[in-house]
Every structure is written in C-alpha cells, then in structure tokens.
C-alpha cells in the first residue's frame, strides 16, 4: 500500500516521468532536468535509508504540482496575461518563418522525427577561455554559446534574423523548488545579426535578448502558439526549428549505499527538432551533442557543422572583436582542401599563344585536311588559312588594327569562319552581330563599340541598322581580297589582346559588351581538346549563333585540333527531325547542345556520336539518362566573363548532377557575401579566377570594378575573380553542384536574360505604371517571358 507512505512521491514519479529517468544518462534530451535532479535525490535517499534500515527522511512538501497548476491558471490572465503576450508579440513580430539550413536531402513535404546525434567535447583550455570571456563580457556561458551558435547559424543560411528555441526550467518561486512535475518552457530567442556586429557587441545583443526572455518566461509556449497564429507549415515546426541548451549544474554523483551507479549509453533515433545543440559543464571542460533530423543531413555534414563550430569558438576566445562575418569557419584542413587542392589546376603551356595561331599550327600539320564544311562547299585548313590571310591584309589596308572592333553580321556560312579568323588575323576585336537579331539590339552594339569596319553578306544587308561603319560585303568583293597576300600575318596580336567582344543582357536596359582575351580562348582550347578526345578524325558541329559565346568553344574544339567543323543552315539545325538527320548524314563525333535543344530532339543510335557536351543551363536527370549511355556526355558551365567555360563534368548516368571541377589554370570559389569561403554543402556565390577571366566590360568601368574583384586567395598580382550570380555549393567529393542564381538572371532557350532590362524597357512606356517580369515553364521545356503590368490608366487593355 504505497499511497499511505511517504514513497508516494517517488512512486509516482517513476511512473510518469519514467522515461525522464532513462535520460538522466544521455544528459541531451529534453526533459526536466530538474525533476530528475529531485527525483535522483529522493530515490537516493530512499534507498539509503531502507538500506540501512532506517525512517527515510524526505523535507515535507509547502505545495503539490497541482497546487501550482491552480493558481498559475489564476494568476496568469488579465494584466499579468498581457504584459507577456505583449513582451512577445513584439518580440517576434514579422520572424522568418523557416531557417533555412542547407540540407543535404530536400526538406520533406511532412517533418519526420528520424534522427541521430553526435557527441563533442571542447579541450579545457577552449573552455575556460570561454568562461573567462563571458565574465569580462558580464555575460553568461549560456548567452556566449548561444551567441556563437547564432553566428554558426547565420554563416551557414546567409539569415540574419536567427530564431532558436531554449528550454528553460521555469522554477522562479522557492515553493516550487522540491517539486517534480514538468515546469520546463520554451523560449524563442531571437537575433538579429544583420549589421555584422562583432562578437563582443552581439554578446550584449544576446544578454539583453536573454535577461528579457527571462523577465517573460511565465507564458507557456503552446499559449504563445496559439496567439501568434504563424502560417503554418506541416514540413517544419513554427517559430523554430533549432533549438540550444546549456547544462550546467552537473547532476551530482549518485551514491547508492553498497551500489555502483554507471550511465546506460541509450542510443537515440529521434530528432524533435531540425538540429539540437546541447552543451553542459563538466570539469573535463564543455561537452556536448548535436542531435540532427536524419532525413536532412547526412552524418558527415553533422561532423563538419560541429568542426566549424569548434573552429568558431576558437576564432571568438582568440579575437572577440572580430566581425561575425570574418570568424573563422573552416578548419586548418579544410581551408587547404578547398582553397588549394581541387584548385590545383595549373598547367603550364610551352607558349600561350593567340587562337588563330593554334589554328595556323594545324594548318602546317594538315594542309590538306579538311577544316570546314557548309553544305556542299568544303574548304581545307591550307585553303581557309589563305583566304582568311587574304581578308586580314585587306583589313589591315583599310585600317583595322590592335583591340579594334570589327562587326560581323553574317550567316553561318564559310563566309563567317573566314571573316572570324580574318579579323583575329589582322589584329581586330570580332563583334558578332547576329542577323536575326532586332534592329534595336544590333545598332546598340555597333554604336557601343564604336564598330567602324563591318564585314557581312549581300543576303543579310537589308537586316542591319542604320551604322556608319564601313562595310566590306565578303561575297561581293572577293575579286578584291583575292588579290591580296595569302601569308600568314605576324607580330600583330598578342595572348593579352581582345578577341571577341560579346553581348549580354544587362539588369539597367542596356546589354553590356564583355571584352574577351586571346589568353583566356586558347587556355579553353586547350581544356577543350585535352577532355573531349578530339582529333583529326573528330567532326564538330557548329550549332550556337555566333553571338554567343558558346560558337568560339565549337570553332575552336575543331581548328584547335585540325578537326572538321561543319556548319548548317538554320533549317538544316532545327532542334528535332532535321537536327537528327544533320547529325546522322555528317557523322559528327562532337556536339555542344543547351540541355532544353537535347530535351525536344528523339533519341536515336547516332553511333558516330561519342560525345555530347551540354552547356548553358542546368541539365536534368532525364536527359543524361537518355543520352549519355555509350558514349562521353560532358556538362560545362560558365559564363562569357570566364572566357565560356569555367567547370566542366563528366556525367555518369546514376551520379548526382554537378557541374563537375574547374579546367585547366582555373580557380573556383564559393563565398558567402562577405567573400568567405563555405564548407562543403553550404551554397553560396560562386566566384572564377583564373586565365579565363574577360578584361571587363566595355564602357563600363564600375560594373567590370562591381563584378571582376581583387582576389583575396591569390598572392600573384592583379588576380582578380569574377563573380558570377550564380549560387553553387561543393558536394563532398569536391564537384560542384549548381543551384540556381542569386539575382534576376534568367536563360531562356539558351537567351541569358537579366529581367530588369526588360522590366526597364517595358516601364518606357506611357501606358505603363508598374511592371514584373518573371520566367515561367508552365508546360515542361516550354519557357515563356510573362510581363506582369499595372496600368497607367485603368481601361488599359
Ligand atoms: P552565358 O554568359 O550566356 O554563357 O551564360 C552564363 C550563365 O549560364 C551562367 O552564369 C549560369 O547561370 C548559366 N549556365 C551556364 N552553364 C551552365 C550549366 N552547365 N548548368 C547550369 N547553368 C549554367
Ligand atoms: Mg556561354
């Protein structure tokens, strides 16, 4: 008859708070800590008694949990209720919904409970570093883990304003001391780390946070829930989905009398929250756990998160002033893994030459080759050579010379392959102005750069703009050029000089001409023919517009290698039936192809096809499943400021999809906004330097001084990195994984198209007051630009 003796309570408490018990050991989930404190106590000192046979002694209780439960029910309403709904209605007005920690997995569509942990413990000298800043800070332990934590969070999500649940005893009146029942609350504090303050002014941030949590403690959670109504959302818990706990009045030993008392180890497959950070003090110095959802991360994100905070702490004990933006983060390893190894990419060419003397290289070796097929006019590297010779003495005699930019507004045609080597030979900067192009668009670049030599054809004539350049009609004049010098020309051009000069949207209305060097082309040239296998047997098609980048990347792959590159006309590569047959009738070994052309063409044999290079933009599952069995399939990314091509993967079918590692003589990085390098898994901007790198803009000087930046992990001189938009992270084999952009830069079959410039195009307009301009794929592989517009007036239809 347990009810009429004093073990009533104990009793009872094993019952209901079994499982808390249990727990004791593991020190991590939890629970009321304090109940267990009590609860070992009582169990003790029962026990002990018994043992020695006599009346146990237990402190009568002043109060029972219901009697707590009764007047908390009565006291907390009206004023009292008020004061504290108001405290954190305010506090938590307008707080981010999710904190969006960088998964390994995607968040599931409903939150699981799946979890593991992982221990740690902090050397005693980190420790009582830590101890000692809190005191000089006139701060709390808790309050300094939680602040560092905040920073561990805000680096990881780019978030500034940090949510994070604590449990808190709750035990504020004497009465309720002895008492076992559950009085645990949950806080949320929140922080806001947006101005980069430095560790020490975050810490008075977080105490002032703390003490007025503190100060409105009394309000259950579940009430506050309730009144806040946040949106909810059943694949993560509201308000928080982190949480932290500090320990520190360590359980003291157990002695039971004649008994040895040792920990259970219990191993734990659940997770409450997203992640769990649980510290406590012992006198071996901080230990801790990190308890993670498993349906999120991996185990190995977990061990690096728990590096990067320890590498923190460190960071904090040895400079608190520091900005929260440039603590370290990486460890020592780390820092050498992604900063050198996997940009260990230098290789050394005997020259570095200009790209059309990588052609007249071929040209010794295989005179007789052929280098270029248009239909039914073919023309050998010794036959293209002089005629491109030809064109380039021509132009030198009507004054075209060094970083000179020479328009050429052709069709593809042999005519476009002889005018773009003509041009590079005589020095000059190649504009391509494509004839499909609108007027508009192609008089802007000739105006821009100044184009006062203008090579074309007698077809496209009627298509170009008003200009004042000079023209030089290549079908037309040819008798002329003929009569010119077939040599080769030398000592014009150097590796440093410009060769292209490219076109692309820019976000204020006007696009930007992004000036490209000789050195950054032949280093692609070379990457090129090293990780394509090409060949003089290789046959290249010629598929991207000239005016885009992604044409000097095919020419180059076959003159660099004395391949054959054969060009259409548009009908003839039309994405679909005429594709294939094109394909299929010239044998071609090597295509470059944007993912959305692959997408909408049927999958056929195409035995010659050894490999297959898409490029441009993300490339799907699908895709590579359906074309890359049996033969080389490549994914190359990179912008026209990198000289086209900046990573490149090879794609095995079952693999996760990335955009694989840098090429030759080319640095990646991916920092966060403050130019800090992330861990493995943690996306950020990803930025190039290298031999690739554009000169800049043309007439732009502060977007090239925005976008080409000094770089800060290069001792060499004027290293610079080109940031890119684009968000990547690493994956942990070191390929890289692109996922997405970071501003309003679309592509759109294969078009690279800033928004805002076709926002600010459309605002011209009187008729319009308002204007957003989205992407959108409603039907798969079928983008459309869709303007949403506000009208100026409202019978606007
Ligand atoms: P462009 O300068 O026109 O070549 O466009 C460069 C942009 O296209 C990059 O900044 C990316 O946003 C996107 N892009 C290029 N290649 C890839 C790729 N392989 N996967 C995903 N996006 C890509
Ligand atoms: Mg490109």
């Known amino acids: 008859d347990l009810a009429s003796t004093p073990l009533i309570r104990a009793t009872l408490v094993v019952q209901s708070d079994a499982e808390h018990f249990l727990l004791v050991s593991m020190h991590h989930i939890i629970s009321d800590g304090w109940s267990i404190g009590i609860l070992v106590d009582e169990l003790t000192a029962l026990y002990n008694a018994y043992i020695q046979g006599i009346p146990p002694n237990l402190a009568p209780l002043p109060i029972q949990y219901a009697d707590f439960a009764l007047w908390q029910r009565q006291w907390l309403q009206g004023e009292v209720l008020q004061r504290q709904l108001t405290y954190w209605q305010q506090q938590l007005a307008d707080a981010p919904a999710l904190l969006s920690l960088p998964t390994d997995r995607p968040r599931p569509a409903v939150q699981t409970f799946a979890g593991a942990y992982q221990k740690f413990a902090l050397s005693l000298e980190l420790t009582h570093k830590l101890t000692a800043l ?10 300094t883990l939680l602040a560092a934590f905040d920073t561990l969070l805000y680096r990881y999500t780019g978030q500034s304003d940090i949510l994070v649940g604590s449990p808190i005893a709750n035990r504020n009146r004497s009465e309720i001391e002895g008492l076992i029942g559950f009085f645990v609350n ?64 360590p359980l003291a030993q157990i002695e039971l009398t004649g008994l040895t008392v040792s920990d259970v180890p219990i191993e734990s497959t659940t997770a409450k929250f997203d992640l769990t950070l649980a510290m406590e003090t012992t006198d071996a110095g901080l ?68 790209i059309h003397q990588l052609f007249e290289e071929q040209v010794e070796r295989t005179p007789d080759a052929v280098a270029v097929v248009f239909e039914s006019q073919q023309l050998t590297y010794q036959q293209l050579n002089c005629r491109a010779n030809q064109l380039a003495h021509y132009l030198r005699s009507v004054g075209v010379g060094a970083d000179m930019f020479v328009g050429i507004c052709v069709e593809r045609s042999v005519e476009m392959i002889v005018g773009l080597l003509g041009i590079l030979k005589a020095g000059g900067t190649y504009v391509p102005l494509d004839p499909d192009y609108p007027t508009e668009r192609l008089q802007f670049a000739i105006e821009d750069a100044v184009v006062s030599v203008l090579l074309t054809q007698t077809r496209v004539l009627d298509r170009l703009p008003n200009h004042q350049a000079q023209l030089v009609c290549l079908d037309r004049i040819w008798a002329e050029i003929d009569r010119n010098n077939q040599d080769n020309l030398t000592g014009i051009v ?17 696009p930007k001409g992004v000036m490209v ?28 517009s000239l005016s885009f980048d992604a044409s000097i990347w095919e020419i180059l792959m076959a003159v660099g290698a004395g391949a054959t590159l054969y060009l259409g006309t548009k009908d003839a590569l039309m994405p679909g039936a005429p594709l294939i047959q094109r394909l299929s009738d010239d044998g071609i070994t090597h295509i470059t192809l944007p993912p959305s052309v692959l997408a909408v063409l049927p999958v056929e044999e195409l035995p010659a096809l050894q490999t297959i290079i898409v490029a441009g933009e993300a490339c799907s599952a699908e895709i590579i499943e359906a074309w890359s069995v049996g033969r080389n399939f490549f994914n190359a ?44 898994g943690v996306p950020g901007e990803l930025h190039i330097s290298g031999a690739g790198l554009a000169r800049g803009y043309l007439n732009r000087p502060e977007l090239t001084h925005e976008k080409f930046i000094p770089n800060p992990f290069s001792t060499a001189p004027h290293s610079r990195l080109y940031k890119t938009g684009d968000l990547a992270r690493y994956l942990s084999d070191g390929n890289i994984e692109f996922l997405g952009r970071i501003d309003n830069q679309v592509k759109i079959r294969g078009f690279r198209i800033e928004l ?38 409202q019978n606007l239809t």
């Not at 320890?310 to 900063?339: C, D, K």
């Open 186 to 249: 949950t806080l949320v504090l929140r922080t806001d780390l947006s101005e980069n303050p430095s560790f020490s002014e975050l810490l008075n941030q977080v105490r002032e946070v703390a003490m007025d949590a503190y100060a409105h403690q009394d309000l259950p959670f579940e009430m506050l829930v309730e009144v806040l109504q946040p949106q909810r959302d059943l694949s993560h818990l509201p308000l928080f989905q982190v949480i932290f706990l500090l320990q520190n009045t």
């Open 134 to 143: 809190s005191q000089g800070q006139g701060v709390t332990l808790f309050m």
């Open 517 to 544: 060097e000789h050195r950054g082309l032949f280093n692609l040239a070379q990457a090129q023919i090293q990780m394509f296998e090409l060949n003089a047997d290789s046959r290249v098609l010629q598929f991207a």
């Open 637 to 680: 990314y990179g912008p026209t400021e990198a000289s086209v091509c900046a990573t490149i993967a090879k794609c095995i079918d079952d693999n996760q999809i990335s955009i694989g590692r840098p090429i030759a003589n080319t640095q990646i990085y991916i920092l966060d906004a403050d130019l800090q390098p992330l861990p493995i």
């Open 756 to 793: 805002g410039e076709i926002e600010a195009a459309l605002s011209q307009l009187p008729e319009v007051k308002e204007v957003v301009v989205v992407a959108r794929e409603d039907r798969p592989n079928n983008q459309s630009l869709v303007a949403y517009v506000v009208p100026q007036h």
């Open 287 to 354: 230990v801790g756990v990190w308890e993670y959802n498993t349906d999120l991360f991996d185990r190995r994100t977990i061990e690096r998160l728990a590096g990067h905070f320890e590498t923190m702490l460190e960071g904090i004990v040895a400079n608190p002033h520091q900005r929260i933006s440039q603590l370290p983060l990486l460890t020592e390893i780390e820092q050498q893994q992604l900063l050198i190894e996997w940009n260990d990419t230098q290789v050394e060419y005997p020259q570095v030459k200009c």
């Open 494 to 510: 150097t590796a440093g000089d410009l060769a292209n000069l490219i076109y692309t949207s820019g976000s204020t209305g006007k």
